[in-house]
């Protein structure tokens, strides 16, 4: 019995090294560097913070409890995005300000009546910092969250800090239509492309000098990480930055089908255990649409024919066919050369299914930063055609970017 034991306990410590070793941090994301080496930016200050579930540090403690615990350092108010600051509101819901329960610290919403701070939320702080986990694409809204910050922050004259965190795509990838000004939203307010490539940090920086902001900006960099790096490399864990994000490698998906799942005439897995994997519908047929789909030979990604039911959102209870994504290498899939060869073979496939007769089209042109990309499908240009047509946009992008790299 006790020889039986002794496996027992030695199993569980082999487990638990492993699981330290699995999440053992390469890279050190801002708010540990803030702590580290930079307190004198907010010790004896009256602090707010913009966050979320995903601010936390390289050993998993939120960046609330972190800085509660530093003295001298005075957490006066948290400012939450959509979803909340503890990111259990749904998509879209209007979220209220409110005491914080756990902290007795008052919680102002940037997603509800107000999505910029008043001057008189900023009354009472000294600096405002934002620690927010980014996704990589343009339609998200923390990016703007965090830039109509940085504004009110101008105009009150108090500094900003971005506390850095990585691209979960890495550094390297940019690609996609550019926003087209006429399209600007809450998901797109700066001539940005669809993938960006660059940290939440870079773009602070982008946006202030480029896009005249003109905030008091303090960017305070990881360390360790590198523009080659995903998720995956950095040893970090990953928080869901929204329900429908739950995994590191979800942002590759709803860079390659969050665009057309706002058509509402295709359903993208919002609705089942895998958001943004699935493409499908009631008229589709799911070996017809992947073997067309894995014919154009897509660096990357496999396409599995499979039929599905959404639990709620777009075909709520029906019978979709359609097929799962299979990414096979990160590295080599491009999310929107795959997600307009898709919108192309639905369209060539199913002329009469009207993917783009919806009320909803505007949504997509929004998500999308344009309206070309449904006309030039409609007109009948190939996926090289249209991706050409973005081409200088993109380039224009890629040399004003250099100068905000901070890696």
Same mark, same amino acid.
């Given at each position: 019995? /006790?020889?039986?034991?002794?496996?027992?306990?030695?199993?569980?410590?082999? =487990?638990?090294?492993?699981?330290?070793?699995?999440?053992?941090?390469?890279?050190?994301?801002?708010?540990?560097? $803030?702590?580290?080496?930079? @307190?004198?930016?907010?010790?004896?200050?009256?602090?707010?913070?913009?966050?979320?579930?995903?601010?936390?540090?390289? !050993?998993?403690? !939120?960046?609330?409890?972190?800085?509660?615990?530093?003295?001298?350092?005075?957490?006066?108010?948290?400012?939450?995005?959509?979803?909340?600051?503890?990111? #259990?509101? &749904?998509?879209?819901?209007?979220?209220?300000?409110?005491? #914080?329960?756990?902290?007795?610290?008052?919680?102002?919403?940037?997603?509800?009546?107000?999505?910029?701070?008043? !001057?008189?939320?900023? #009354?009472?702080? #000294?600096?405002? $910092?934002?620690?927010?986990?980014?996704?990589?694409?343009? &339609?998200?809204?923390?990016?703007?969250?965090?830039?109509?910050?940085?504004?009110?922050?101008?105009?009150?004259?108090?500094?900003?800090?971005?506390?850095?965190?990585?691209?979960?795509?890495?550094?390297?990838?940019?690609?996609?239509?550019?926003?087209?000004?006429? %399209?600007? !939203? %809450?998901?797109?307010?700066?001539?940005?492309?669809?993938?960006?490539?660059? =940290?939440?940090?870079? $773009?602070?920086?982008?946006?202030?000098?480029? /896009?005249?902001?003109?905030?008091?900006?303090?960017?305070?960099?990881?360390?360790?990480?590198?523009?080659?790096?995903?998720?995956?490399?950095?040893?970090? @864990?990953?928080?869901?930055?929204?329900? +429908?994000?739950?995994?590191?490698?979800?942002?590759? %998906? @709803?860079?390659?089908?969050?665009? /057309?799942?706002?058509?509402?005439?295709?359903?993208?897995?919002?609705?089942?255990?895998?958001?943004?994997?699935?493409?499908?519908?009631?008229?589709?047929?799911?070996?017809?649409?992947?073997?067309?789909?894995?014919?154009?030979?897509?660096?990357?990604?496999?396409?599995?024919?499979?039929?599905?039911?959404?639990?709620?959102?777009?075909?709520?209870?029906?019978?979709?066919?359609?097929?799962?994504? +299979?990414?096979?290498?990160?590295?080599?899939?491009?999310?929107?050369?795959?997600?307009?060869?898709?919108?192309?073979? $639905?369209?060539?496939?199913?002329?009469?299914?009207?993917?783009?007769?919806?009320?909803?089209?505007?949504?997509?042109?929004?998500?999308?930063?344009?309206?070309?990309?449904?006309?030039?499908?409609?007109?009948?240009?190939?996926?090289?055609?249209?991706?050409?047509?973005?081409? &200088?946009?993109?380039?224009? /992008?890629?040399?004003?970017?250099?100068? %905000?790299?901070?890696?």
């Amino acid at each position: 019995m /006790f020889k039986n034991i002794f496996y027992v306990v030695l199993g569980l410590l082999l =487990t638990t090294a492993g699981l330290q070793a699995q999440y053992h941090p390469v890279v050190k994301p801002g708010i540990d560097v $803030l702590l580290e080496r930079h @307190l004198d930016l907010i010790q004896g200050k009256r602090v707010g913070l913009i966050s979320n579930p995903t601010g936390i540090t390289a !050993s998993h403690e !939120s960046d609330i409890s972190a800085l509660l615990q530093e003295p001298g350092v005075e957490l006066k108010a948290l400012f939450g995005p959509e979803h909340g600051i503890r990111g #259990d509101s &749904p998509a879209g819901a209007k979220v209220g300000s409110y005491k #914080d329960p756990e902290t007795g610290i008052s919680v102002y919403s940037l997603y509800g009546k107000t999505r910029k701070p008043t !001057s008189k939320m900023l #009354d009472s702080l #000294d600096v405002l $910092l934002f620690d927010i986990q980014d996704v990589g694409v343009r &339609p998200y809204t923390y990016i703007y969250t965090m830039a109509l910050a940085m504004k009110a922050a101008a105009e009150k004259g108090i500094p900003f800090i971005v506390l850095d965190r990585p691209n979960p795509m890495g550094g390297l990838l940019v690609e996609g239509p550019v926003l087209d000004d006429a %399209f600007q !939203s %809450f998901i797109g307010l700066y001539p940005i492309p669809y993938v960006h490539g660059m =940290t939440i940090g870079e $773009l602070a920086a982008l946006f202030n000098k480029a /896009f005249g902001i003109g905030a008091k900006l303090t960017v305070i960099k990881m360390e360790g990480w590198k523009r080659d790096m995903i998720f995956e490399d950095t040893g970090l @864990l990953w928080v869901p930055t929204s329900p +429908h994000v739950p995994h590191r490698d979800t942002p590759y %998906f @709803l860079a390659a089908t969050g665009g /057309f799942g706002e058509l509402g005439t295709i359903s993208v897995g919002v609705g089942t255990p895998t958001p943004f994997e699935l493409v499908g519908a009631p008229w589709v047929s799911a070996q017809k649409l992947a073997d067309a789909l894995n014919d154009a030979h897509l660096p990357g990604v496999y396409f599995r024919p499979l039929n599905f039911r959404p639990y709620y959102a777009y075909f709520t209870e029906e019978n979709c066919g359609g097929v799962q994504i +299979h990414i096979l290498n990160n590295r080599r899939f491009l999310p929107i050369r795959t997600q307009i060869t898709i919108l192309v073979t $639905l369209h060539k496939l199913y002329p009469k299914a009207g993917i783009f007769k919806t009320e909803r089209l505007k949504n997509f042109g929004r998500a999308m930063g344009t309206d070309k990309i449904q006309k030039e499908i409609q007109e009948g240009w190939t996926v090289n055609q249209i991706l050409d047509e973005e081409k &200088p946009a993109l380039l224009k /992008f890629l040399s004003l970017r250099k100068q %905000f790299l901070l890696y």
